[in-house]
DNA sequence: GCAGTCGTAACAGTCATGGTTGCAACAACC
DNA sequence: GGTTGTTGCAACCATGACTGTTACGACTGC
Protein backbone atom coordinates (compact mmCIF):
# COMPACT_ATOMS: atom_id res chain seq x y z
CA UNK A 1 0.00 0.00 0.00
CA UNK A 2 2.91 2.38 0.09
CA UNK A 3 2.25 4.03 3.37
CA UNK A 4 3.00 7.33 5.12
CA UNK A 5 6.33 7.44 6.86
CA UNK A 6 5.24 9.63 9.68
CA UNK A 7 5.41 6.91 12.20
CA UNK A 8 9.29 6.66 11.40
CA UNK A 9 10.11 10.55 10.98
CA UNK A 10 8.17 11.44 14.32
CA UNK A 11 10.06 8.55 16.66
CA UNK A 12 13.49 9.94 14.27
CA UNK A 13 12.50 13.33 15.59
CA UNK A 14 12.06 12.16 19.74
CA UNK A 15 15.12 10.30 19.38
CA UNK A 16 17.21 12.75 18.20
CA UNK A 17 15.85 15.16 20.91
CA UNK A 18 16.47 12.47 23.39
CA UNK A 19 19.99 12.25 22.53
CA UNK A 20 20.82 15.90 22.49
CA UNK A 21 19.27 16.11 25.37
CA UNK A 22 21.91 13.49 27.22
CA UNK A 23 24.41 15.38 25.62
CA UNK A 24 24.08 18.43 27.75
CA UNK A 25 21.67 20.45 25.44
CA UNK A 26 18.21 22.02 26.55
CA UNK A 27 16.13 22.28 23.69
CA UNK A 28 16.74 21.06 19.99
CA UNK A 29 15.23 23.38 17.20
CA UNK A 30 13.06 21.91 13.86
CA UNK A 31 15.68 23.12 11.84
CA UNK A 32 18.48 20.41 13.20
CA UNK A 33 16.10 18.06 13.37
CA UNK A 34 15.15 18.52 9.81
CA UNK A 35 18.78 17.92 8.73
CA UNK A 36 19.26 14.59 10.49
CA UNK A 37 15.52 13.53 9.02
CA UNK A 38 16.65 15.15 5.39
CA UNK A 39 13.26 16.88 5.02
CA UNK A 40 11.95 20.32 5.82
CA UNK A 41 11.55 22.04 9.44
CA UNK A 42 8.25 23.13 8.56
CA UNK A 43 7.51 19.14 8.18
CA UNK A 44 9.21 18.65 11.67
CA UNK A 45 7.23 21.51 13.49
CA UNK A 46 3.74 19.53 12.09
CA UNK A 47 4.35 16.63 13.37
CA UNK A 48 6.28 17.85 16.60
CA UNK A 49 2.74 20.16 17.17
CA UNK A 50 0.68 16.96 17.12
CA UNK A 51 3.44 14.79 19.73
CA UNK A 52 2.93 17.92 21.85
CA UNK A 53 -1.05 17.81 21.47
CA UNK A 54 -0.05 14.51 23.09
CA UNK A 55 1.98 15.45 26.07
CA UNK A 56 5.39 13.76 24.51
CA UNK A 57 7.10 17.15 23.81
CA UNK A 58 6.61 20.35 24.97
CA UNK A 59 8.18 24.21 22.70
CA UNK A 60 9.41 26.79 23.80
CA UNK A 61 9.02 30.27 21.31
CA UNK A 62 11.51 33.26 21.17
CA UNK A 63 15.33 33.45 20.91
CA UNK A 64 16.93 30.30 22.41
CA UNK A 65 13.66 28.34 21.60
CA UNK A 66 12.95 24.50 20.71
CA UNK A 67 11.74 21.59 21.69
CA UNK A 68 12.55 19.01 24.41
CA UNK A 69 10.79 16.04 25.75
CA UNK A 70 7.83 16.31 28.37
CA UNK A 71 8.37 12.60 29.26
CA UNK A 72 11.16 10.10 29.28
CA UNK A 73 12.02 7.89 26.55
CA UNK A 74 11.47 5.10 28.68
CA UNK A 75 8.17 6.00 29.45
CA UNK A 76 6.90 6.81 25.72
CA UNK A 77 6.28 3.46 23.26
CA UNK A 78 5.96 3.68 19.72
CA UNK A 79 1.83 3.34 20.35
CA UNK A 80 2.04 6.42 21.94
CA UNK A 81 3.28 7.85 18.99
CA UNK A 82 1.75 6.07 16.21
CA UNK A 83 -1.67 7.37 18.42
CA UNK A 84 -0.61 10.66 18.31
CA UNK A 85 0.36 10.83 14.53
CA UNK A 86 -2.10 8.22 12.95
CA UNK A 87 -5.44 8.75 12.86
CA UNK A 88 -7.10 6.33 10.68
CA UNK A 89 -7.28 2.89 10.82
CA UNK A 90 -4.96 0.41 9.16
CA UNK A 91 -8.27 -0.89 6.59
CA UNK A 92 -10.46 0.50 5.40
CA UNK A 93 -14.46 -0.59 4.62
CA UNK A 94 -15.98 -0.02 1.41
CA UNK A 95 -16.16 3.88 -0.28
CA UNK A 96 -19.87 3.34 -0.72
CA UNK A 97 -22.05 1.51 1.17
CA UNK A 98 -22.51 -2.14 -0.69
CA UNK A 99 -25.97 -3.14 -1.64
CA UNK A 100 -27.39 -3.37 1.45
CA UNK A 101 -30.21 -6.27 -0.23
CA UNK A 102 -27.54 -8.55 -1.15
CA UNK A 103 -26.97 -10.75 1.73
CA UNK A 104 -22.94 -10.58 0.95
CA UNK A 105 -23.31 -6.68 0.55
CA UNK A 106 -25.69 -6.49 3.52
CA UNK A 107 -23.01 -8.79 6.14
CA UNK A 108 -19.28 -7.96 4.72
CA UNK A 109 -19.13 -4.88 6.56
CA UNK A 110 -19.88 -6.05 10.26
CA UNK A 111 -18.27 -9.31 9.85
CA UNK A 112 -14.43 -7.46 8.27
CA UNK A 113 -15.14 -5.16 10.95
CA UNK A 114 -14.38 -7.76 13.29
CA UNK A 115 -11.57 -9.28 12.11
CA UNK A 116 -10.17 -6.17 11.42
CA UNK A 117 -10.25 -4.83 15.09
CA UNK A 118 -8.41 -7.92 16.08
CA UNK A 119 -5.86 -7.11 14.13
CA UNK A 120 -5.26 -3.37 14.86
CA UNK A 121 -5.57 -4.99 18.53
CA UNK A 122 -2.45 -6.94 17.81
CA UNK A 123 -0.51 -3.74 16.40
CA UNK A 124 -0.97 -1.78 19.32
CA UNK A 125 -0.07 -4.53 21.56
CA UNK A 126 3.29 -5.16 19.45
CA UNK A 127 3.48 -0.97 19.29
CA UNK A 128 3.13 -0.93 23.22
CA UNK A 129 5.86 -3.24 23.81
CA UNK A 130 8.77 -0.48 22.19
CA UNK A 131 9.93 2.43 24.19
CA UNK A 132 11.33 5.05 22.12
CA UNK A 133 14.98 4.24 24.82
CA UNK A 134 14.33 0.93 23.08
CA UNK A 135 14.51 3.07 19.53
CA UNK A 136 17.56 4.77 20.62
CA UNK A 137 19.34 2.08 21.79
CA UNK A 138 18.59 0.26 18.80
CA UNK A 139 20.12 3.14 16.67
CA UNK A 140 23.21 3.40 18.67
CA UNK A 141 23.68 -0.09 18.13
CA UNK A 142 23.59 -0.26 14.46
CA UNK A 143 26.93 -0.68 13.51
CA UNK A 144 29.13 2.02 11.20
CA UNK B 1 -3.44 6.89 7.87
CA UNK B 2 -7.18 6.42 6.02
CA UNK B 3 -5.83 3.03 3.96
CA UNK B 4 -6.79 1.47 1.06
CA UNK B 5 -10.09 -0.74 0.93
CA UNK B 6 -8.70 -3.28 -1.62
CA UNK B 7 -8.34 -6.31 0.75
CA UNK B 8 -11.91 -5.60 1.75
CA UNK B 9 -13.69 -5.73 -1.90
CA UNK B 10 -11.35 -8.67 -2.41
CA UNK B 11 -12.89 -10.44 0.19
CA UNK B 12 -16.37 -9.50 -0.62
CA UNK B 13 -15.50 -10.81 -4.23
CA UNK B 14 -14.22 -13.98 -3.05
CA UNK B 15 -17.31 -14.55 -0.46
CA UNK B 16 -20.01 -13.57 -3.35
CA UNK B 17 -18.30 -15.82 -5.68
CA UNK B 18 -18.18 -18.79 -3.04
CA UNK B 19 -22.03 -18.29 -2.08
CA UNK B 20 -23.05 -18.04 -5.45
CA UNK B 21 -21.87 -21.39 -6.75
CA UNK B 22 -22.88 -22.82 -3.79
CA UNK B 23 -26.40 -21.84 -4.94
CA UNK B 24 -25.73 -23.71 -8.03
CA UNK B 25 -24.48 -21.21 -10.65
CA UNK B 26 -20.85 -22.43 -12.35
CA UNK B 27 -19.11 -18.83 -12.79
CA UNK B 28 -19.93 -15.01 -11.17
CA UNK B 29 -20.00 -12.21 -13.80
CA UNK B 30 -18.26 -8.53 -12.88
CA UNK B 31 -21.34 -6.90 -13.20
CA UNK B 32 -22.71 -8.87 -10.42
CA UNK B 33 -20.05 -8.70 -7.76
CA UNK B 34 -19.75 -4.90 -8.50
CA UNK B 35 -23.75 -4.39 -8.13
CA UNK B 36 -23.22 -6.29 -4.53
CA UNK B 37 -19.87 -3.67 -3.91
CA UNK B 38 -21.51 -0.77 -5.67
CA UNK B 39 -18.67 0.11 -7.28
CA UNK B 40 -17.77 -0.54 -11.45
CA UNK B 41 -17.26 -3.85 -12.77
CA UNK B 42 -13.76 -2.37 -14.32
CA UNK B 43 -13.02 -2.02 -10.83
CA UNK B 44 -13.32 -6.06 -10.08
CA UNK B 45 -11.89 -7.44 -12.92
CA UNK B 46 -8.66 -5.46 -12.09
CA UNK B 47 -9.04 -7.14 -8.63
CA UNK B 48 -9.94 -10.23 -9.46
CA UNK B 49 -7.13 -10.32 -11.96
CA UNK B 50 -5.00 -9.70 -9.26
CA UNK B 51 -6.26 -12.70 -7.59
CA UNK B 52 -6.06 -14.88 -10.51
CA UNK B 53 -2.37 -14.61 -10.78
CA UNK B 54 -2.35 -15.23 -7.05
CA UNK B 55 -3.96 -18.71 -8.36
CA UNK B 56 -7.45 -18.00 -6.36
CA UNK B 57 -9.57 -17.64 -8.93
CA UNK B 58 -10.06 -18.24 -12.41
CA UNK B 59 -11.91 -16.77 -15.23
CA UNK B 60 -13.60 -17.76 -18.65
CA UNK B 61 -14.30 -15.80 -21.33
CA UNK B 62 -16.93 -15.61 -24.57
CA UNK B 63 -20.61 -15.89 -23.96
CA UNK B 64 -21.69 -17.18 -20.50
CA UNK B 65 -18.25 -16.28 -19.05
CA UNK B 66 -17.33 -15.04 -15.71
CA UNK B 67 -14.89 -16.08 -12.58
CA UNK B 68 -14.99 -18.97 -10.63
CA UNK B 69 -12.88 -19.87 -7.01
CA UNK B 70 -9.68 -21.74 -8.35
CA UNK B 71 -9.11 -23.16 -4.63
CA UNK B 72 -12.15 -23.81 -1.83
CA UNK B 73 -13.03 -21.00 0.48
CA UNK B 74 -11.55 -23.31 3.50
CA UNK B 75 -8.59 -23.38 2.18
CA UNK B 76 -7.99 -19.13 0.95
CA UNK B 77 -6.67 -17.15 3.85
CA UNK B 78 -6.97 -13.78 4.22
CA UNK B 79 -3.45 -13.72 3.72
CA UNK B 80 -3.45 -15.01 0.74
CA UNK B 81 -5.73 -12.29 -0.41
CA UNK B 82 -3.69 -9.67 1.35
CA UNK B 83 -0.54 -10.56 -0.28
CA UNK B 84 -2.03 -11.25 -3.28
CA UNK B 85 -3.89 -7.80 -3.42
CA UNK B 86 -1.45 -5.23 -1.18
CA UNK B 87 1.87 -5.05 -2.66
CA UNK B 88 3.68 -2.64 -0.04
CA UNK B 89 4.56 -2.69 3.88
CA UNK B 90 2.46 -1.72 6.39
CA UNK B 91 4.87 1.12 7.38
CA UNK B 92 6.80 3.22 5.62
CA UNK B 93 10.44 4.60 6.08
CA UNK B 94 12.00 7.86 4.84
CA UNK B 95 11.15 9.20 1.68
CA UNK B 96 14.70 10.60 1.11
CA UNK B 97 17.17 9.12 2.96
CA UNK B 98 18.07 10.19 6.18
CA UNK B 99 21.82 12.12 6.99
CA UNK B 100 24.17 9.44 7.40
CA UNK B 101 26.86 11.57 9.23
CA UNK B 102 24.37 11.67 12.25
CA UNK B 103 23.88 8.93 14.54
CA UNK B 104 20.50 8.93 14.14
CA UNK B 105 20.01 9.90 10.68
CA UNK B 106 22.50 6.39 10.67
CA UNK B 107 20.99 3.89 12.87
CA UNK B 108 16.79 5.22 12.90
CA UNK B 109 16.62 3.00 9.54
CA UNK B 110 17.67 -0.34 10.60
CA UNK B 111 16.02 0.09 14.20
CA UNK B 112 12.77 1.06 12.98
CA UNK B 113 12.97 -1.96 10.05
CA UNK B 114 13.50 -4.40 12.52
CA UNK B 115 10.57 -3.13 14.19
CA UNK B 116 8.40 -2.99 11.44
CA UNK B 117 9.41 -6.37 10.10
CA UNK B 118 7.79 -7.91 13.88
CA UNK B 119 5.11 -5.90 13.63
CA UNK B 120 4.11 -7.45 9.63
CA UNK B 121 5.14 -10.78 10.78
CA UNK B 122 2.36 -10.95 13.61
CA UNK B 123 0.09 -8.69 11.31
CA UNK B 124 0.13 -11.85 8.93
CA UNK B 125 0.08 -14.44 11.74
CA UNK B 126 -3.27 -13.06 12.16
CA UNK B 127 -4.50 -12.99 8.37
CA UNK B 128 -3.71 -16.16 7.93
CA UNK B 129 -5.77 -17.83 11.08
CA UNK B 130 -8.85 -16.33 9.47
CA UNK B 131 -10.16 -18.24 5.95
CA UNK B 132 -12.84 -16.45 3.68
CA UNK B 133 -14.95 -19.85 4.94
CA UNK B 134 -14.77 -18.15 8.46
CA UNK B 135 -15.72 -14.66 6.65
CA UNK B 136 -18.33 -15.99 4.41
CA UNK B 137 -20.16 -17.91 7.80
CA UNK B 138 -19.37 -14.39 9.51
CA UNK B 139 -21.30 -12.62 6.57
CA UNK B 140 -24.26 -14.85 7.02
CA UNK B 141 -24.79 -14.57 10.66
CA UNK B 142 -25.56 -10.83 10.63
CA UNK B 143 -28.26 -10.19 11.60
CA UNK B 144 -31.33 -8.83 9.11
C1' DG C 1 -21.54 -14.03 -37.65
C1' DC C 2 -23.59 -12.43 -33.31
C1' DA C 3 -23.65 -11.56 -28.56
C1' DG C 4 -21.84 -11.44 -24.05
C1' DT C 5 -17.95 -11.15 -21.14
C1' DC C 6 -13.20 -10.60 -20.01
C1' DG C 7 -8.57 -7.87 -20.52
C1' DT C 8 -6.55 -3.76 -20.56
C1' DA C 9 -5.34 0.89 -21.72
C1' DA C 10 -6.28 5.65 -20.97
C1' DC C 11 -7.81 9.37 -18.39
C1' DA C 12 -10.09 12.30 -14.77
C1' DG C 13 -11.24 12.95 -9.84
C1' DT C 14 -10.23 12.53 -5.00
C1' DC C 15 -7.43 12.19 -1.13
C1' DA C 16 -3.35 11.91 1.94
C1' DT C 17 1.10 13.38 2.29
C1' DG C 18 5.14 16.04 1.74
C1' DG C 19 7.61 20.16 0.43
C1' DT C 20 7.85 25.12 0.22
C1' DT C 21 7.06 30.04 1.13
C1' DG C 22 5.53 33.64 3.87
C1' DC C 23 4.48 35.97 7.90
C1' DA C 24 2.68 36.83 12.58
C1' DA C 25 3.69 35.74 17.52
C1' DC C 26 6.78 35.33 20.95
C1' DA C 27 10.77 35.75 24.14
C1' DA C 28 15.75 36.24 25.36
C1' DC C 29 19.20 39.43 24.98
C1' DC C 30 21.43 43.77 24.17
C1' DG D 1 12.66 49.25 23.20
C1' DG D 2 14.72 47.16 19.30
C1' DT D 3 16.95 43.07 17.39
C1' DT D 4 17.14 38.36 16.57
C1' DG D 5 16.02 33.54 16.33
C1' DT D 6 12.50 30.31 16.65
C1' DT D 7 7.82 28.49 16.82
C1' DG D 8 2.84 28.51 14.93
C1' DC D 9 0.20 28.38 11.24
C1' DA D 10 -1.98 29.27 6.86
C1' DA D 11 -1.73 28.75 1.98
C1' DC D 12 -0.40 26.54 -2.01
C1' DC D 13 1.70 23.19 -5.27
C1' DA D 14 3.57 18.50 -6.44
C1' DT D 15 3.35 13.74 -6.08
C1' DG D 16 1.47 9.28 -5.77
C1' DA D 17 -2.12 5.78 -4.76
C1' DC D 18 -6.55 4.54 -5.52
C1' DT D 19 -11.18 4.70 -7.53
C1' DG D 20 -14.31 5.41 -11.12
C1' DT D 21 -15.34 5.65 -15.94
C1' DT D 22 -15.13 5.06 -20.95
C1' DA D 23 -13.60 2.68 -24.76
C1' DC D 24 -12.31 -1.05 -27.42
C1' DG D 25 -10.00 -5.33 -28.70
C1' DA D 26 -9.95 -10.46 -27.63
C1' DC D 27 -12.25 -14.39 -26.98
C1' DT D 28 -15.87 -18.05 -27.16
C1' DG D 29 -20.57 -20.30 -27.08
C1' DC D 30 -24.37 -20.29 -29.80
Same mark, same amino acid.
Given at each position: ? #?? !? #? /?? $? ?28 ? !? ?15 ? @? =??? #? /? ?10 ? +??? #???? =? ?14 ? /????? &? @? ?6 ? &???? &???? +??? +? +? ?5 ? *??? $? =?? !??? &????? *?? /?
Amino acid at each position: M #SA !N #S /RL $TIAAHALAWIGLYQRQGHEVATSEQIAASA !NTNPVVIRRLLGELRRA @G =LVE #S /RRGVGAGWSLAR +ELE #SITL =LDVYEAVEPGPLFAMH /RTAPD &Q @GCVVGHGI &QPAM &QGIY +EGI +E +ETVRNEL *ARV $T =LE !NVL &QDVLA *AP /R
